[in-house]
């Protein structure tokens, strides 16, 4: 049976999967089918960063648990392409929500 945590983290991941722009538009881009300046592309991206937010946030989740939810490799490769911008809004909120959140959490 999986620990608290772990049932935490598979909620977390469950949800910032299921608007995931890495999976099938960033794709779409690095393919040339798509700009990273697309308004659709943007539109999910945009989603996708808030309910990453919301994500970090579920209840249960620890220090290694939120850890293994870094948005760090995530949005770099959306910085990478073009997508994103270091210093959106959006990334500069989910950044700060995570170490927030990963100070305050309890270690086990």
């Known amino acids: 049976m999986a620990t608290p945590d772990e049932q ?3 909620r977390a991941i469950s949800s910032i999967a299921q608007s995931d722009p890495l999976i099938k538009l960033l ?12 308004v659709g592309l943007r539109a999910v991206t945009e989603s996708w960063l808030g309910t990453y937010e919301k994500a970090l946030a579920t ?3 620890t220090q290694p648990g939120l850890r293994r939810l870094n948005p760090a490799p995530r949005l ?13 809004q959006g990334v500069a909120s989910l950044k700060a929500s995570f170490n927030r959140l990963l100070s305050h959490a309890g270690s086990e």
């Open 59 to 61: 209840d249960g989740l």
């Open 76 to 88: 770099a490769v959306l910085i990478d392409a073009g997508v994103l911008t270091d210093d959106h």
């Open 8 to 10: 935490a983290v598979q």
């Open 27 to 38: 794709q779409q881009v690095r393919l040339g089918r798509m700009k990273p300046t697309d």
